[in-house]
């Protein structure tokens, strides 16, 4: 059973570009959840998805940043016109149905923008 | 708002020493999780602590919590060089994992 699955898994943008980061959740896994790590920091919820719906995305940043979990296919988070405090690694991590699932963390993009 | 704090934020220690890592949070919470994590790494599952009064050992290492008290411990006994990481300790509240801050622990040789 692969477990959570993160690409790519280092990503380089220039200040102004978009960046895609892609999250495929465990096999019978139907949450997914994005967190962010600054430098020296530990890991801040961002956005909780479930297929097709947003269910908290109180973590986000209002501008700029945006998830989805599609019917098929990857969840996205996706940031337009990067900044330089963008950098960051962006953990993915998922859960079976139901409330109290625990959360399997993924490999982390690292996110660099120059 | 629900808030966790560990000290030390930073810990240099000899090999052979023993030392704990402090985990404090704010509010009720029904579960936490210690993880370790090596630089530009994802997180490793240590432990889940789920009842007052829950004790978890593995190797060197011993978690504890004492919810009564919003505290949870991470015990180092003994310490080798390869357990140098950050040690990260999370609370959940409904989905959201609430991290610390994190200890970055130096083990040296």
């Known amino acids: 059973n692969a477990g959570v699955m993160q690409n790519p898994r280092h990503l380089v943008r220039r200040r102004g570009q978009e960046a895609r980061l892609r999250c495929s959740p465990m096999?019978?896994?139907?949450?997914v959840y994005w967190y962010r790590q600054l430098p020296e920091e530990g890991l801040k919820f961002m956005v909780y998805?479930?297929?097709?719906?947003?269910?908290?995305e109180s973590g986000m940043p209002k501008e700029r940043f945006s998830a989805e979990f599609p019917k098929e296919g990857p969840s996205i988070l996706r940031i337009q016109q990067v900044v330089r405090g963008d950098s960051a690694a962006y953990f993915c991590?998922?859960?079976?149905?139901?409330?109290?699932?625990?959360?399997?963390f993924g490999p982390g993009t690292r996110l660099t923008v120059t | 708002e629900l808030k966790v704090e560990q000290n030390p934020l930073f810990l240099s220690m000899q090999e052979g020493k023993n030392y704990t890592i402090y985990c404090n949070y704010s509010?009720?919470?029904?579960?936490l999780y210690w993880y370790r994590q090596d630089p530009g790494k994802s997180l490793e599952s240590l432990f889940v602590?789920?009842?007052?009064?829950a004790v978890k050992q593995e190797g060197r290492l011993m978690a504890s919590l004492d919810t009564k008290a919003r505290l949870s411990t991470l015990h180092i006994t003994a310490a080798v060089h390869d357990l140098s990481a950050t040690y990260f300790c999370?609370?959940?509240?409904?989905?959201?994992?609430?991290f610390g801050t994190g200890t970055r622990l130096k083990v040296l040789a």
């Open positions: 509010t009720t919470s029904d579960r």
């Open positions: 999370a609370v959940v509240n409904a989905y959201k994992y609430i």
């Open positions: 998805l479930q297929k097709e719906n947003i269910i908290d």
């Open positions: 991590a998922s859960s079976p149905p139901g409330d109290r699932g625990e959360q399997y």
């Open positions: 096999k019978g896994h139907s949450h």
């Open positions: 602590l789920l009842s007052n009064g």
